[in-house]
């Protein structure tokens, strides 16, 4: 199994537990079951438990329950862990009659360092200190009280208690909040106050880019070679409902979401007046087609917001990186085409071409196969330019000189002399009116 790793933190999973106890025989209302997390197996024996769990049922939760474990990435300067300096008592069972002595801790952490879960002991004696870790602050995230999983009522017992289970806040981007699956117990029956101080693990969700080519130059007829950035994610933040999620455990514990980015062409002006000109186009940003939709049914990832389990089986919250899902100036787009309109100024004897980028969002499995359909979306929160000038003339000097101009060849020959017609001469009585008067 791959761990994930944060920092210098490494965080695995575990479905294999060892009972302590069981509340069938307590005279308790409900149901429950307190087990320890079990990290012998080869891939797990470098980690450590955050704290023990319960069930409110009387079932094994082998193999069906999983429970974060960590590790040190650096097995001997590391610090990302630590030993609890002791424990505090929250409940014991201590009643008229008890058939079997059992009682919950809570670790009180180094400076610097914070308690995920509870420990829980057979008999009343402190658990030993290497029952469990302490995880260092930055490597945590504040968590909040999330739904009971049992109290005692009914038990008889001295003190009362009550388990509830850890839910993660909202995110911020790039980054995913993992409840351990450990429990926060309390000595009463009653919701913990805001004072209670549960915490929930934090990762990256770390980005590999390549950088993005500089755009064609215009009228160009090779485009240029697509950009790629991939996401990785951990299998519990994907749904996948050809694999259940032991499987997605073992044999795609990272899912790789793939985002291919092309230049995709808004328009191109070409001057070819002695005077700047401004050109005008109509791009769409958005979403191509309404793809997302079916994507989020079929993995339950949120492309450009937060999501959270919905049956899954680790409670997580995580969210993608705006700049990833091209929303780092707003949200809007996704899911709507919307019109861009795009204008640029060219110079006199210049070409300038507009483009804007295509992103094609692909999730593959480990094995490199493809999980739902490809969404494609356009970015319209920046437009790329080329330019190119026309062909400048060529220096005089360097000009071939110019061909003399032909001299047309001239025949001697004799001409004719044109004939001339007699002059017509107008003489005084020409003017005269010779009518006679009656």
């Not at 914070?114 to 009343?124: D, E, F, L």
């Not at 993992?178 to 029956?189: K, R």
């Not at 990186?321 to 780092?328: D, G, Y």
Request: aromatic share 12%; hydrophobic share 40%.
């Amino acid at each position: 199994m791959q761990p994930i790793r944060f920092k210098d933190l490494l965080i695995n999973f575990t479905t294999e537990f060892d009972l302590l106890w069981s509340a069938k025989d307590s005279g308790a209302d409900n149901a429950a079951t307190f087990w320890r997390p079990n990290t012998t197996a080869d891939s797990l024996n470098s980690f450590s438990s955050l704290g023990d769990v319960i069930a409110n049922d009387y079932r094994t939760i082998n193999n069906r329950k999983f429970v974060a474990v960590v590790s040190e990435a650096d097995t001997v300067n590391g610090t990302a862990l630590r030993a609890p300096v002791g424990f505090n008592l929250v409940w014991k069972n201590a009643a008229k009659k008890v058939r079997s002595e059992f009682s919950v801790w809570k670790p009180v952490p180094p400076e610097g360092y914070v308690a995920m879960g509870m420990v829980c002991c057979i008999g009343y004696d402190k658990p030993t200190l290497n029952a469990v870790r302490c995880v260092r602050a930055d490597l945590a995230v504040d968590a909040y009280i999330g739904n009971s999983i049992w109290n005692d009522k009914g038990s008889g017992a001295h003190l009362d208690f009550s388990a509830w289970d850890v839910h993660t806040p909202d995110v911020e981007p790039g980054a995913a909040y993992i409840a351990t699956g450990t429990f926060y117990g309390t000595d009463g029956w009653t919701r913990p106050s805001f004072g209670a101080r549960p915490y929930a693990l934090r990762m990256e969700l770390a980005l590999q880019e390549s950088p993005l080519p500089a755009p064609p130059a215009p009228l160009a007829a090779v485009e240029t070679e697509p950009s790629a950035t991939v996401c990785e994610l951990p299998w519990f933040t994907v749904k996948d409902s050809n694999l259940t999620p032991f499987e997605q455990l073992h044999y795609s514990p990272m899912y790789r979401l793939q985002r291919i980015d092309r230049y995709l062409a808004v328009g191109v002006g070409q001057n070819t007046t002695p005077q700047g000109k401004t050109f005008n186009w109509t791009a769409y940003k958005g979403e191509v087609d309404d793809h997302s939709i079916d994507f989020t049914t079929l993995t339950g990832i949120q492309l450009a917001y937060e999501w959270s389990p919905i049956s899954r089986p680790v409670i997580f919250s995580a969210q993608l990186s705006k700049s990833f899902t091209h929303t780092t100036q707003s949200a809007k787009g996704w899911g709507a085409s919307m019109p861009l309109e795009v204008a640029a100024y060219v110079p006199a004897s210049q070409t300038i071409a507009a483009y804007v980028i295509r992103s094609e969002y692909t999730l593959y499995r480990q094995d490199g196969s493809q999980l739902a359909s490809t969404v494609s979306y356009t970015n319209g929160d920046t437009v790329y330019f080329s330019e190119a000038s026309e062909a400048a003339p060529e220096d005089e000097e360097n000009l071939p000189a110019p061909a003399p101009p032909e001299v047309p060849e001239i025949v001697e020959e004799a001409l004719a002399q044109p004939s001339v017609e007699p002059v017509l001469e107008i003489t005084p009585h020409d003017f005269t009116d010779n009518t006679l008067f009656p």
